[in-house]
């Protein structure tokens, strides 16, 4: 009998797990894009209505694991894409571990790397894992399901910086802009002034989006007023600790998203942010 029970009782939690991956993988109609609480650092999940998942960086350390399996379903332990804007500790930190957990299906990272163990260790773990392994390119467009994609605005091929031969890796910030219908998502990275300003010259029309993950936590060594008006956002996110020694975000970066008459939310009074787009509007 205590047998029987116990089969019944697998059986039960088998039926329940198969529908829940079954409800998982129906589309949906929407697009989610979670911006992860992982304290200073950039962690944001991309999810398509397809299911397809990008994570773009992976946050210092390992609060990106927790974040993770809040925002995806305990079943599912694959990424199809994972994206490094530029490869800084607070973007890397956590992406060891993402592969250690998960099967990560591609990688894509900016030409510019780093010399540091975390970033030896991703570069070890991408072989490991089998993953397909890009170097991000500007005008690369990637399919992530039916009408939405992630566009490569900017991705400087350059290993030394501007700073008279200093490697800034920084200005090495993939800036990608995802798509979905009549809504889009600019993610900025770390990117410095001395880049947004390239973009505003060069292709100020692509820089428009309904979202934007403001560069660098919001320090004033990137944005500008100008930058704020030429993309124009509907909501604004700022990936920030409550402390940091970095005084991030800089009360001028702030008082310009003011002036531009941009609602701002951040991770460290919110923790992590959930969006949703049906690619008419993005919503909570
Ligand atoms: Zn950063």
Not at 1 to 27: C, D, H, N, Q, S
Not at 41 to 55: H, K
Not at 62 to 91: N, T, W
């Amino acid at each position: 009998m205590k047998y029987r029970w116990g089969f019944i009782f697998l059986l039960l939690i088998f039926t329940v797990t198969t529908w829940l991956a079954v409800w998982y993988e129906t589309p949906s109609k929407y697009l989610t894009v979670d911006f992860l609480d992982v304290g200073q650092g950039d962690a944001i999940l991309i999810t398509a209505p397809n299911g397809n998942q990008v994570l773009i960086d992976g946050g210092p350390d390992r609060s990106v694991i927790r974040a993770l399996g809040q925002a995806m379903p305990f079943f599912d332990h694959s990424i199809d894409l994972v994206l490094e804007s530029h490869p800084d500790q607070d973007h890397i930190g956590g992406l060891p571990e993402v592969f250690d957990r998960y099967n990560v299906a591609g990688f894509i990272e900016p030409l510019f790397t780093a010399e540091t163990s975390v970033y030896k260790t991703l570069e070890q773990d991408v072989i490991k894992e089998k993953s397909s392994h890009l170097i991000a390119k500007r005008g690369t467009k990637i399919t992530l399901s039916p009408g939405v994609y992630l566009s490569i605005i900017e991705a400087h091929p350059a290993t030394w910086g501007p700073r008279g031969g200093k490697p800034d890796s920084n200005y090495s910030s993939i800036i990608a802009k995802l798509t979905y219908a009549s809504t889009s998502f600019l993610f900025m990275g770390d990117a410095s002034i001395k880049l947004e300003n390239q973009l505003l010259t060069a292709k100020s029309s692509d820089l428009k989006a309904t979202v934007l993950k403001v560069a660098h936590h919001g320090a004033k060594s990137s944005n500008s007023l100008a930058f704020f008006r030429a993309v124009k956002p509907e909501l604004a996110i700022i990936s920030v600790a409550e402390k940091n020694r970095y005084n991030h975000p800089s009360p001028e970066t702030i008082g310009w998203l003011k002036m531009a008459g941009i609602q701002t939310l951040q991770t460290k009074d919110l923790g992590t942010i959930k969006l949703k787009s049906d690619g008419i509007s993005v919503g909570f």
